[in-house]
């Protein structure tokens, strides 16, 4: 409801500042930067302290259809590792990574002049690297979304460079991670 | 307007979601019952206190509690004794610790609704007039009058609402032994319970709510350990957040050993672990191994038949069955050398039990009292249970109207409750 309200204030500011008429296009993002994971995990119950990282790189790759009008539709994927740890104990040590691959529907409009809002729901594949008395890569598939906001500067007719805040959210498993990005955005394809 | 709306909304999503916790009252505090001249109460005292009570003083429980003790034996060889009483009202129940001291008999412990999160300390004293010179004798000549004044409060209060018990009649006991069984050791973890489903600490937690047996899910660990755990997949709702993800399968147990805990913290439990709990630790008499997994039984017959021949040396009344659920593990059962002298358990139909020659058939209860096709096993010599009955409603209707020998709830204490206060 929150979201919806704000939605129709913007298109309503949107509208008001006369945009060029749009012609449809294929559009691919793609970029990265460094995720945090932000769900409740302070301290898993068998990590040795001060192991829990919750940093990771992340990358995403999205490809938008941009339609004549505002709203656009597009699917995204990428590559975040949510958090990794060390446990010790008397048969050794070992160390799990789970890493997630985000496959999503996404909406995405112009809010504002360059600034986009995007959400996203589907799917998350997630993966634990666990390496303990053998190497073990287990997958589970589970539902989540993801919003971001994005600033874009162009830098010529069909390429722009654009900032983006994200959270990944695979909600079926309490998992979530802010992501803070620099995506590299190409009108692949235009319609004349 | 509509800003503060969307707040309220998804702030009452949120709140809605979140799993209420409910925290055990200390009940440790009570100075008479510290006291270093209270003494364990004998075998005898105990035996002769078991009974239906008229409750009196207080309608918070209904009017009438089925009272009886239990055991749990602890890492040193060292035994405590719980007496239970289940009431008949919001399937509340209370769990004492008993001593005497001054010629009187004391129980201290805690009391829980399961259909709510209330709880609190609870209290008795036994006076020597009302019944504790008489218990206290070394050979209790009953039936004597016996009252317990009681005082429980909420939560972590000191407790000042009164109540009082006097014994009515003897616990019910009927012809052939009655199996209360608790399902995955002991209660979902939806109960709120304090441990974790198909875990050791439940196991020995369970014989306090009323259980005679438990049922419990088997699986196999990538390095064929056999292990105790419901579901397919590591998930949030048994294990608490660990980076495992995926089938249970593809971890070594040493793995899920190192990286995985319960709900509650505990360890993925070992079958071998388990049964050794409920040999050794336990008055369990019954245990239903659910299989939960499509493979060769081989292992887990090994374990049943060395687990029934320890409890024969011991001389421990102990029975050891292998769940068959559906045709999957009929079959692998019927692959297995010496299936016909294996004790087993089939949930399917007449025929598959014949089939299978299992001792004990176990039909859904939505199938209902099903009284004609009970009676034709049980002239075979055979049992025949109901699973999984949580609705209290059902479990008075199944005991009053059915003739199972045994029932597997969620709740075994509303069971208790029911078979013990027949008359």
Redesign the interface.
Known sequence: MLVSFNISTAQQKVKNERLPRRKPSFVLHAGGGMSYYTAGISQTSVAIPGTLNKWSPAATLRLMWYPRYRLRLGIESGIANFYRYNVRDPDGEGKVTLQAVPVLVVWNMQVRPRWNIYAGFGSYFLTSWLDYRGKVRSTDVVLGSNVAVSYTQPINRRVSAAAEIKLMNAFETKDAALTLQLHFVWKVFQWD | M??I???L??SLFFLGCKKTQVAMPDSSQWALFRDGAAAPLPYATRQAMEGVYDIAGNDNFGSLAALKWSYVVNGNNDTTYHISGFFGKDIAYFICEGKQLNGQILLSGYWRKMVSTETGIIRFTIDPANGATVLLNPSPVLPTAIILDGLFGNGQDEPKNSITLSHNRPLHNGAAPFNILAHRGGGRNSDLLPVSENSVEMILKTAELGSTGIEIDVRFT?DGIPILYHDN?I??RLT????????IE???Y??LN????LIN?ERIPTLRQALSAALYKTPLTFIWLDTKYIGSLERVQALQFEFMELATGLGRPLQIVIGLPAEAQVNMFLELPDYNITPSLCELSLADVERTNSMIWAPRFTEGTQNENVAAIQAQGKKAFVWTLDVPEFIEQFIRDGQFDGILSNFPSCVAYNYYVQQ
Not at chain 2, 240 to 247: I, R, Y
Not at chain 2, 258 to 261: E, S, Y
Request: charged share 15%; aromatic share 6%; no cysteine.
């Open positions: 509509k800003n709306s969307a707040i909304i998804v990538k997949d998930n949030l608490q957040k660990s980076g495992l993800v995926g089938p593809n971890y070594t040493a793995q190192a990286f995985v805990r913290g």
